[in-house]
């Protein structure tokens, strides 16, 4: 399997030199050259494998042979060891064929922890193997940043440096972050907002030169294909577990920045019966009405209380549109760079055309949101995080049909995030963990640094070991 860039002007490269690039050299996102298609015989061979066994199912395709089965086995294995639940995905009935996929049962509590942990462990066995040691800078809008320093935090050849908004994620995601104090970790407090933190990765990656001869940027954002290759296996888990594929399943994703869904579109490539993909948005909503009114044009930042989805430019759509454009990288090339420049974006007809038939969207602002917490707690006594409640309200909004199970994927866990849970009447913070209960009394260590990149630069150059 060779990685091409959405962009064109990139190298093509194997399965680990993709990983390790992040972010193609012309600027674009790698993607495969092929995808591998599975047949409903095959898939419906699946049907009652653990969710460990289905993950090298489907991942095995994209890393042809380059990490040995023995080996991939044995990272998928490790990487799943921490889940809190036997399930590592399990399913929850909310109303009639309603589910929750409860994607929050790994360390951090969040459903960045099904990649993360994955290409924690991927990074450090391909970095030993290549006796290469690299810099991971990646930006955060509150999950990313904790379950990539669980992944990593453990890797003598990695040094991680993770921005995150100065006051712009809650109070426990933050303290996942920064409570973490071993020496190969650095958390930077940006004072500004996510885009200004995503845009300073994507620079840094675009220019190395702050960075000693011997080593390179390597990426955890969702840029990084690994990311999107291990989500992929939740929709066909969900889907096997609910009928498929002898019947269509359908999804609602909240999602900011592309990834979570654009796996859920590739599961659908792939060979899994899905009916309908649910893009749900809070406030900042460039991704809802680029489906709904082709307006692809940069708003001011709305600070929410869904704040990993406080996104304006969503990084994995460029992937998204690779494909809308029929894999033309050049007409991908002026496009980005036209939106660059304008801070607009209009599809094409035949491209927005695609885009309608894959999927409908919402937008839910955070009174809704409130509403839908309170009332689904008052209903079924089950409690939402706040982004998980804007992909269930989307979900009862759009939804085609009542026949064909709607999956919402639950991305957080409600502890993270208890100012928008009491808002909602619950009437206490909820719980963490057990593993998490003394977070609030643990040591923090975290730089303040202002909207500047040369001089984040200069923390990376003056902190790497």
């Known amino acids: 399997?060779?990685?091409?860039?959405?962009?064109?002007?990139a190298p093509t490269l194997s399965f680990e030199d993709a990983i390790l690039a992040g972010l193609a050299s012309d600027g674009g996102l790698y993607v495969p050259e092929t995808l591998p298609q599975f047949s409903a015989e095959e898939i419906a061979s699946w049907a009652g494998l653990s969710y460990q066994e289905l993950a090298f199912k489907i991942m095995s395709p994209f890393v042809a042979g380059e990490v040995p089965d023995e080996d991939l086995r044995e990272l998928i294995e490790n990487t799943y060891s921490t889940f809190r639940h036997d399930a590592i995905a399990p399913l929850v009935q909310t109303a009639h064929n309603e589910f929750i996929l409860e994607l929050f049962q790994g360390p951090t509590l969040a459903f960045k922890d099904f990649a993360l942990q994955f290409l924690g462990n991927l990074l450090d066995y391909v970095l030993k193997k290549r006796d290469q040691r690299v810099v991971i800078m990646g930006a955060t809008s509150g999950d990313t940043g904790s379950a990539a320093i669980e992944g990593c935090r453990h890797s003598d050849n990695v040094d991680i440096f993770i921005l995150h908004p100065h006051n712009r994620v809650s109070e426990v995601q933050r303290r996942q972050m920064t409570t973490v104090l071993e020496k190969n970790v650095f958390n930077i407090a940006i004072e500004g907002n996510f885009d200004d933190c995503q845009n300073m990765v994507k620079n840094s990656f675009g220019?190395?030169?702050?960075?000693p001869e011997d080593r390179q940027l390597v990426a955890v954002n969702s840029i990084n294909w690994a990311r999107i290759m291990a989500q992929i296996v939740y929709y066909f888990y969900a889907g096997l577990a609910l009928g498929a594929p002898h019947r269509p399943v359908a999804f609602s994703v909240p999602t900011g920045n592309f990834g979570d869904i654009f796996a859920g579109y590739l599961a659908k490539r792939m060979g899994l019966p899905i009916d309908q993909l649910v893009v749900a948005t809070n406030a900042n909503d460039i991704l809802h009405r680029c489906i709904s009114n082709n307006d692809h044009s940069l708003h001011e930042l709305v600070h929410s209380l869904s704040p990993s989805m406080?996104?304006?430019?969503?990084?994995n759509f460029e992937r998204m549109l690779f494909d809308l454009y029929d894999r033309d990288g050049?007409?991908?090339?002026?496009?980005?760079?036209?939106?660059?420049?304008?801070?607009?974006?209009?599809?094409?007809e035949p491209a927005l055309a695609k885009a309608r038939e894959l999927f409908t969207s919402c937008r839910l602002d955070d009174d809704a949101m409130i509403q839908v917490i309170a009332d689904v707690w008052e209903n079924t006594e089950y409690l939402l995080d706040p982004h998980t409640a804007i992909g269930v309200e989307a979900a009862r909004k759009t939804r085609h049909r009542q026949d064909i199970?709607?999956?919402?994927?639950?991305?957080?866990?409600?502890?993270k995030f208890p100012e928008a849970v009491r808002k909602a009447g619950y009437p206490q913070d909820p719980a963490l963990p057990h593993h998490m209960a003394d977070l609030f009394e643990r040591e923090e260590r975290y730089s303040v640094q202002p909207n500047d990149l040369s001089t984040v630069h200069q923390f990376i150059a003056d902190n790497m070991r």
């Open 1 to 9: 399997m060779k990685y091409i860039s959405t962009r064109g002007q």
């Open 207 to 211: 220019d190395q030169s702050f960075l």
């Open 310 to 315: 406080d996104i304006m430019v969503s990084s």
């Open 330 to 348: 050049d007409a991908i090339k002026e496009l980005m760079a036209n939106f660059k420049e304008t801070g607009k974006l209009a599809l094409s």
């Open 405 to 415: 199970p709607m999956v919402c994927l639950a991305t957080a866990h409600p502890a």
